[in-house]
């Protein structure tokens, strides 16, 4: 069965790297020179810019096994233009090798590689994109009032992207103080009105 890795843990491994790197107060590092650090630093990690002809099938992958990361020409453009998606597309690839993924991964969820299920590759899949996501925009950073519309300004990240990982790090927060998420007042209302009717409930409304 599939070891579910929480957030908990890859916000560790975000904060190893981060401070490996020489990121930590970095709010939004350049990518390239992430690469370059990276690759100065990690003996099993080297970068390819590769044609886009020459790679029609992902734009941007994690090779486990040669330790490279290939990129299309197209996407570095983007990733050093700073744009959000390419940005998170790097970072997605980076999480594969922070979270010692094997095999040839890539955004596509789709093909497996040989010896490996497709519940294993989206499940990696889910863990580069929570690595990549905090790795952006790392929970140390980030503070309680933010906005989603801080958090595109200051991480670089597109408003979707922003808005996913506003909801993670109040997610994160509440897990840390032990609080729950309080129920909408809608849901409230109803499980309010359904005791009232009769129907014994296991929560606590009180």
């Not at 309080?182 to 009232?196: F, G, H």
Request: proline fraction near 3%; aromatic fraction near 6%.
């Amino acid at each position: 069965m599939l070891r579910h890795v929480t957030d908990e843990e890859i916000e560790q491994r975000v904060k190893v790297l981060r401070r490996e790197l020489g990121l930590q107060n970095q709010s939004r590092p350049d990518l390239r020179n992430v690469i370059e650090k990276l690759t100065a630093r990690f003996r099993h990690f080297s970068y390819q810019q590769i044609p886009d002809a020459e790679m029609p099938d992902a734009e941007a992958q994690w090779e486990a096994r040669k330790g490279v990361l290939r990129i299309r020409e197209s996407v570095v453009g983007a990733m050093q233009r700073g744009e959000p998606r390419a940005r998170m597309m790097i970072a997605n690839e980076i999480g594969h090798f922070a979270m010692r993924h094997s095999g040839v991964r890539n955004r596509s969820t789709t093909q497996p590689t040989a010896g490996r299920s497709l519940l294993e590759a989206k499940k990696e899949e889910s863990e580069a994109r929570r690595f990549a996501a905090m790795f952006l925009a790392p929970n140390d950073l980030l503070r309680s009032t933010d906005t989603v519309e801080d958090i595109v300004d200051r991480f670089g990240l597109s408003f979707e992207a922003a808005m996913i990982r506003k909801g993670e790090f109040d997610a994160f927060q509440r897990r840390a103080s032990g609080h729950r998420r309080e129920l909408p007042s809608i849901v409230v209302d109803y499980l309010k009105d359904a005791q009232r009717r009769g129907a014994k409930l296991r929560t606590d409304l009180n």
